[in-house]
């Protein structure tokens, strides 16, 4: 027996509301969110774009957990969380890209610090 298509619509597959995902998305988030303070401490005591760069991406991280949170707690609809997590995935995988091609040996000479 096949299930019905409205098993699989967007209702029947909805996070509103789910303490399990809630939870997951909370000790996710605290997790990257102990990320993100320890990255802003490294670039306080460095200032150097590539610590700023990194900070920029686990702070992208930090948005993606808010992100979820606020979808599960039914302020984000579905389509609008869609779009801004692959929004920050790409935001989080260029930056990361950037600042290994900026800083690797042998790269720009312009790209120091």
Partial sequence: MRPSTAAFSAAGWGVEGSLPILAVVVVAGIGTGLLFLVSLVAYGRR??????????????????????????????????????????????AATVLYAVYAYAPGSIPSASG
């Avoid at 760069?53 to 302020?75: D, E, F, H, K, N």
């Fill in 47 to 92: 200032r150097s774009r590539r610590h700023l760069l990194i900070s920029v991406a686990v702070g992208a991280l930090l948005a993606r957990s808010v992100v979820g949170a606020g979808t599960v707690l039914g302020y984000v609809p579905m389509p609008v969380h869609h779009f801004l997590a692959h929004s920050l995935d790409f935001l989080i």
